[in-house]
């Protein structure tokens, strides 16, 4: 199959969509690639989980929607917002996507506040120098976003720094900056990693909360599936630089076929299922650069067959999802764990 009919979900005209997307970066002198191939398609409105391992391109895969790579990076196929190419636009479209229409929340808050201006001015800036608001009636606007996030006393917490502030109270000050601009678009990577349990939970209602009364779309970032499935319409899967499986989050436990989707379903404890033992996933996993031409999980699979190591799988329709996978119906691929030996011929 070309790469021009490669199948991705939609149902309507996307907000967001990445149309085979590669990356590759300098390194040591030479590009490797780093992103593979990426077909995901966000209806405006909706929210899709990107689930994998750390390494996996998750969040190149989003720094690429506002072209936030690193110096030397090459992009391959198209990231298009709102059915505008992303890496062609000009400076000025280019400010409108960053300043009005997308937002991110990053996973570390310490990392992108700077410590040395208050919480007012981070909030501000871009309303001021972007859109030209007055200093008083951008202040008010922040005032009022931190209460909605659950800041109590706004008006204290604009004049103090970052340090002055808790991690929890931080990502909360990142989700009112990410509202404040009004985007149609939210970029959440891993916006609880660094975060306690309870307050990942109240972090998580926020931003859930959020998109929904706004109508936002939402690519959310995560090595949860359950986060994920919890939060999201649907649930993508990456695996060494390339999305893997696609399907509705309601059917993530019952319907998944990619052989690596079911062994993370399988490692997850269960608290209704004390009896059933985890399965940890055979081998160790790869990074994009690491792949070889075949499937990049067939050294960890338990369904490999003729094909797997030579020839990398597309997405194909499966059910009401996408797997890229040659032998998905494959009872290893339904019941992670069966034995390595149980192959194709």
């Not at 990142?174 to 109240?202: F, K």
């Not at 599936?225 to 695996?239: H, S």
């Not at 081998?283 to 490999?304: D, H, K, M, Q, V």
């Amino acid at each position: 199959m070309s790469a021009a009919t490669t199948p991705r979900p939609q149902t309507e005209t996307p907000l967001l969509e990445f149309d085979g997307l590669r990356i590759d970066l300098p390194v040591k002198g030479e590009h490797r690639t780093v992103v593979h191939r990426v077909d995901l398609a966000i209806p405006a409105g909706s929210a899709v989980g990107l689930v994998g391992e750390s390494g996996s391109g998750k969040s190149l895969t989003a720094r690429s929607v506002l072209r936030l790579l690193p110096p030397g990076a090459r992009v391959g196929g198209d990231v298009r917002y709102d059915g505008k190419s992303v890496p062609a636009m000009d400076p000025a479209a280019l400010r409108t996507l960053r300043s009005r229409e997308t937002a991110m929340v990053f996973q570390d808050p310490r990392a992108h506040i700077n410590p040395l201006r208050t919480i007012g001015d981070f909030l501000t800036e871009a309303l001021v120098t972007a859109r030209g608001e007055r200093r008083k009636a951008a202040e008010d606007k922040a005032a009022a976003l931190l209460r909605e996030v659950g800041i109590a006393d706004a008006a204290r917490r604009l004049r103090q720094r970052p340090a002055e502030l808790s991690g929890g109270l931080l990502q909360r000050v990142m989700i009112a900056a990410a509202l404040l601009g009004g985007p149609r678009l939210l970029l959440a990577d891993e916006p609880t990693t660094a975060l306690d349990v309870t307050t990942q939970a109240e972090v998580m209602s926020l931003i859930d909360e959020a998109r929904t009364q706004r109508g936002l779309a939402m690519l959310f970032i995560t090595h949860d599936l359950a986060l994920a499935a919890a939060v999201c319409d649907r649930i993508a899967v990456m695996y060494a630089g390339s999305v893997t499986e696609q399907l509705p989050a309601a059917r993530l436990h019952d319907d998944a076929r990619h052989p690596y989707t079911r062994a993370l379903l399988a490692s997850r404890p269960d608290p209704g299922d004390g009896a059933r033992p985890l399965r940890a996933i055979g081998g160790n996993p790869l990074t994009a650069y690491e792949a070889g031409p075949g499937c990049a999980f067939a050294p960890r699979c338990s369904a490999t067959g003729a094909g797997c190591e030579s020839e990398r799988p597309r997405l194909e329709p499966l059910g009401d999802g996408f797997a890229a996978c040659h032998y998905p119906h494959h009872p290893a691929a339904v019941a992670p764990g069966t034995d390595r030996s149980t192959r194709h011929a």
